[in-house]
């Protein structure tokens, strides 16, 4: 806090707003995407969230027309054809019946479990099934997946289990997954490609060695929150 201005004025002497209109062009389309977000939820609109973002991308397309085909060299095609083949591959699956083998497979499990521990091994294992799993796979689909395990397990009148908890398991789980592994967030994916462009690339291995230990002890953390809040607390 003793240095706060000084730390301003260099960064704005290093990193000056060189495209004012730019910045006005993007704020604008920000704010309408956010908007359009709370209408959505608000007012039911029938529109998708990812079509809500598209349509804030091509807004900020039209409104920026001069530049468009330097915009759209920049563009991680490689990345999003990839996140969308990972897409149709595990819807692909739910209708194959993974979903429907696994939901049945964890809820005999948890059926298993007698009556007052139930909860307990229910949220623990969603949390650290979705954050093992989507170290490995990509936490976005996985999560769409698990939420209809999820929800599932708390229709299931026999095994009493209310749908908060297992849903931060699930939110929490999923979420520190994706510090895991390089492939397991779009982020993590987005940011090594723009990265290896401008010469500092990093490998898969050199990720993970650093960002599975982190989520091993995140979730580790999460998981005491979730049983003192949940459990002991009730």
């Known amino acids: 806090m003793d240095t706060y201005k000084e730390d301003i004025e260099e960064l ?4 000056p707003i060189r495209d004012k209109q730019l910045l006005i ?8 995407v956010f908007l ?30 001069d530049d468009i085909v330097d915009t759209l060299a920049r563009v991680e095609w ?8 990972l897409f149709i591959l595990m819807e692909g699956l739910s209708k194959l019946g ?13 059926a298993g479990v007698s009556p007052p521990y139930r909860l307990a091994f229910s949220i623990l294992m969603i949390l650290w ?6 170290s ?28 908060q908890p297992l849903v ?19 982020s993590n994916l987005v940011c090594a490609c723009v990265a290896e462009r401008h010469g500092y690339g990093f490998t898969f291995t050199a990720f993970s060695k650093i960002g599975f230990p982190v989520m091993i002890w995140s979730m580790t953390i999460a998981t005491v929150y979730l049983m003192i809040v949940y459990v002991w607390l009730g």
């Open 12 to 15: 704005s002497r290093k990193f």
């Open 25 to 32: 062009k993007s704020t604008f389309c920000l704010v309408f």
């Open 36 to 65: 359009m977000f709370l209408m959505q939820s608000a007012l039911d609109l029938n529109m998708s969230m990812g079509s809500i973002a598209l349509l804030g991308a091509i807004l900020l397309l039209l409104l920026d027309r």
């Open 78 to 85: 490689s990345t999003l054809i990839f996140f969308t083949s």
């Open 98 to 110: 993974l979903i429907a083998f696994i939901g049945n497979c964890t809820e005999s499990v948890i």
């Open 129 to 134: 099934v979705s954050g093992i799993a989507s």
């Open 136 to 163: 490995i796979l990509d936490n976005i689909p996985l999560t769409t997946m698990m939420v209809r395990i999820v929800v599932g397990l708390s229709q299931k009148q026999e095994l009493d289990l209310p749908l």
């Open 168 to 186: 931060w398991a699930l939110a929490i789980g999923s979420c520190l997954g994706g510090n895991g592994t390089l492939i397991a967030a779009s």
